[in-house]
């Protein structure tokens, strides 16, 4: 009895070492991973989701916009730093962020947008992380 609690104690103290490294992204030999979904679409199709007031854009927009979240909580079960990577802000602030670097980047694509997205807001917890203290963008 004393070796299989033992054994289980171990097992604990090892996934608990050993989940961070598993948990962390894998790019291939480009720095990149995969793309799927909705994040290969261009910038070009938010933005003009965004300006034609139709049905269909609408439905474009909350579905870039879910793609979007999604990777954010993505980010937050699996990068480091933080558990809410998106802290203090809400869906409106993400689509007036997505909108602004759109208009500026239109052949890049939501993929591409989000990632930029996380580094931006993880600014303030870098700084936190590393003594620092600034105030969020």
């Known amino acids: 009895m004393r070796m299989k609690r033992t054994y289980s104690w171990a097992l604990i103290v090892f996934a ?8 962390s992204s894998l790019p291939n030999q480009n720095g990149e991973y995969a ?17 034609i007031g139709d049905v269909n854009a609408v439905w474009w927009k909350a579905l870039i916009l879910g793609w979007v979240q999604g990777f954010l909580t993505a980010y937050n079960s699996y990068g480091p730093m933080t558990s809410d990577v998106s802290e203090g802000t809400d869906a409106g602030d993400v689509s007036r962020w997505i909108d602004d670097f759109c208009v500026q980047h239109p052949s890049n694509n939501i993929s591409g947008a989000a990632e930029v997205l996380v580094g931006e807001l993880l600014k303030p917890h870098r700084s936190q992380f590393h003594g620092n203290s600034s105030t969020p963008p």
């Open 16 to 23: 608990t070492i050993a989940w961070p490294t598993m948990a």
């Open 35 to 51: 793309k799927l979904g909705v994040g290969n679409l261009d910038c070009d199709v938010w933005t003009q989701a965004r300006q």
